[in-house]
C-alpha cells in the first residue's frame, strides 16, 4: 500500500513539473518566451524597436513592464528606470542622472493596432522583489483567443542598463508582484 502512495506521489509530482515546464505546449502555442501568464522575454534597452512573438490571451486586462535584476547598485539602477516617488515634483527626485527608460509601444491583433501609448522620464509605476525592480509602461485589455504581437520602440538609448538583463514581462495583473 504504501509503495502505491509513494507511485501516485511520484507520478502526480511529475506530471506537475512538467505542467510547469512547458506551459506554452499547453495553450497550443510553439513560442519559447510564451509562459501560462503571458510573455517573459529578454530584450535589449539600445534604440530600436523589440517585438514579442503571437501569444494567445485571455479576456483579461493585461500589464506591461521592463524588469531589471539588481545588477546595479541600488540607487544607480532606480535613477537610470526614472523611479521617484511623486514624478511632476522634482524636489522628490534625488537623482543626479536622467533616467535611460524612454519608449512607445503599440499591441497588434494581426495588422490592427487594438492598443498604444509611451512611457518616458520619472515614474512611480515600479514594483521590486529581491532579485528584480519592475517598471510598468502600460496596459492593454486581451479579447479571449485572440493572439497578440506587443512592440515597443525604445527611443533613448537605455543600453547601459543590458548588464541588468531586462525582459519584457507582459501578464495578468497579480502575478508578478
Known amino acids: 500500500m504504501k509503495g502505491a502512495i509513494r507511485h501516485l506521489f511520484a507520478a502526480a509530482l511529475c506530471w506537475l513539473l512538467y505542467l510547469n515546464a512547458v506551459p506554452t505546449k499547453l495553450c ?35 500589464t506591461m513592464e521592463i524588469r531589471s535584476q539588481w545588477r546595479l547598485p541600488t540607487h544607480a539602477l532606480q535613477c537610470r528606470m526614472g523611479f521617484t516617488l511623486i514624478p511632476t515634483d522634482p524636489a522628490s527626485n534625488t537623482c543626479r542622472v536622467e533616467p535611460l527608460i524612454e519608449l512607445e509601444w503599440s499591441v497588434f491583433d494581426g495588422d490592427r493596432v ?3 501609448g509611451s512611457d518616458e522620464g520619472w515614474s512611480n509605476s515600479f514594483a521590486a522583489g529581491s532579485s528584480y525592480l519592475s517598471r510598468y509602461i502600460g496596459h492593454f485589455m486581451g479579447e479571449a483567443k485572440h493572439k497578440y504581437v506587443v512592440a515597443v520602440k525604445f527611443t533613448k538609448d537605455g543600453s547601459e542598463l543590458n548588464v541588468t538583463n531586462p525582459r519584457l514581462v507582459i501578464e495578468l495583473p497579480g502575478f508578478s508582484f
Open 28 to 62: 497550443g502555442q510553439d513560442c519559447p518566451v510564451c509562459t501560462r501568464k503571458g510573455i517573459d522575454m529578454p530584450i535589449s534597452l539600445a534604440l530600436g524597436t523589440v517585438r514579442t512573438p503571437e501569444f494567445l490571451v485571455k479576456h483579461k486586462t493585461y
Open 114 to 116: 487594438v492598443a498604444h
